[in-house]
């Protein structure tokens, strides 16, 4: 049975892995900031400890011993909580101490969740920089969500081998386990590709892309048990066209 590290598990994404990861008979440790804040987080098979994702030493500290390690850490409770004061280096610093903690405690491999806000639009501007489509208030969490994307590629040649997952379209919380999910590119998926559990392009046919936590989930921990993308972000997605 094999150990992985989740970085921000209170949260709903951290959530959403650390019970898709139990149900594998994975065990977790689940890493937060207070862990007195979290009273519902520890069961069986799951233990929750204090840490910080900005230290390289509390990165190294808790991180020893596992297989792989998710990130899935905010600066606030969420993009809509405490935005406007969100630091911009926050996500930056947070590679930085991923990389390099992960990196002295032998744990090679790193799975982030992204924010779709920096995939490119049909125009090809990230959504981030289209005020029609992305809130003014909401740009400053997304700018930091990007310099953090841009530092591990910067860092990409290290050891820690990474991937980032961005949902792609709306990410529903409380929207069912379907255990599929397609995968794509830099761009906002158009609609659906072809049917199937995966799929690498940004979809050609009709359809709402979406996601719910739980899938988004199942690929994190698909990208932690078997590695298929290396060193880069690819958008993650399913289409709400009747089949999900």
């Known amino acids: 049975m094999g150990r992985i590290v989740v970085f921000g598990a209170g949260g709903r994404a951290g959530r959403a892995v650390t019970a898709e990861a139990r149900a594998r008979g994975l065990t977790v440790t689940a890493v937060v900031r207070e862990p007195a804040r979290y009273p519902d987080l520890g069961a069986r098979g799951v233990t929750v400890v204090r840490g910080d994702v900005l230290d390289a030493g509390s990165v ?9 390690a998710v990130h899935a850490v905010s600066p606030a409770g969420g993009p809509d909580d405490g935005v406007d004061a969100v630091d911009p280096e926050f996500f930056v610093q947070a590679a930085d101490a991923l990389l390099d903690g992960l990196g002295t405690a032998g744990v090679t491999r790193l799975v982030a969740v992204g924010l779709g806000a920096n995939l490119l639009g049909t125009d090809g501007r990230m ?7 992305f809130p003014s208030a909401l ?24 991937v980032m997952l961005t949902p792609a379209g709306f990410l529903e919380h409380g929207g069912p386990r379907t255990g599929r999910y397609r995968v794509g590119g830099e761009r906002v998926p158009v609609g659906a590709g072809e049917s199937g ?10 359809g ?4 719910s936590y739980a899938d988004l989930a199942v690929a994190v921990v ?7 993308r290396h060193r880069a972000r690819v958008s993650v997605f399913n289409v709400r066209d009747g089949r999900r």
């Open 60 to 68: 190294a500290r808790v991180a020893a011993g596992h297989v792989g």
């Open 127 to 133: 959504v981030l920089d289209d005020p029609a489509a």
């Open 139 to 162: 740009r400053p969490f997304a700018l930091a969500h990007t310099a953090g994307l841009d530092r591990l590629r910067e860092r990409g040649g290290g050891p820690v081998d990474w």
């Open 197 to 206: 559990e995966q799929s690498d392009s940004d979809g050609d046919g009709d």
């Open 208 to 211: 709402e892309p979406w996601l």
């Open 222 to 228: 698909d990208e932690i048990e078997t590695p298929v």
